[in-house]
Nanobody, 126 residues
Framework: QVQLVESGGGLVQAGGSLRLSCAAS????????MGWFRQAPGKEREFVAS?????????LYADAVKGRFTVSRDNTKNTLYLQMNSLNPEDPAAYYC??????????????????WGQGTQVTVSS
């Protein structure tokens, strides 16, 4: 069983940056496809970014964040990251880290992920 704990959320001005971290325990995430999702109040949880297991090199992004957000992993720290630049008023949400398939490629669908963190809140001030 993989346990995922997100951190790094907070309040940032529009145009600013944040880096979210997702620390894993229980299993090594290098073997898993991993993803980031977000959920704003009153909205469905939506896909943000995904990265393949470490044997591949693929990433996938939602159109809304492409060119601004970067997903990466540090296998030595068993940690997933989401670098978020040029934050805008459409980005505030609770951000969730998710673990997907063993030796999987990047995925958009929530149903492809079996393990979820508790979320970290991102707020953007204008």
């Amino acid at each position: 069983q993989v346990q995922l704990v997100e951190s790094g959320g907070g309040l940032v001005q529009a145009g600013g940056s944040l880096r979210l971290s997702c620390a894993a325990s229980g299993r090594t995430i290098s073997n898993y496809a991993m993803g980031w999702f977000r959920q704003a109040p009153g909205k469905e949880r939506e896909f943000v970014a995904s990265i393949s297991w470490s044997g591949g090199s693929s990433t996938l992004y939602a159109d809304a964040v492409k060119g601004r957000f970067t997903v990466s992993r540090d296998n030595t720290k068993n940690t997933l990251y989401l670098q978020m630049n040029s934050l805008n008023p459409e980005d505030p949400a609770a951000y969730y880290c998710a673990g997907g398939a063993v030796m999987g490629g990047p995925e958009r669908l929530r149903s492809r992920y079996n393990h979820w963190g508790q979320g970290t809140q991102v707020t953007v001030s204008s």
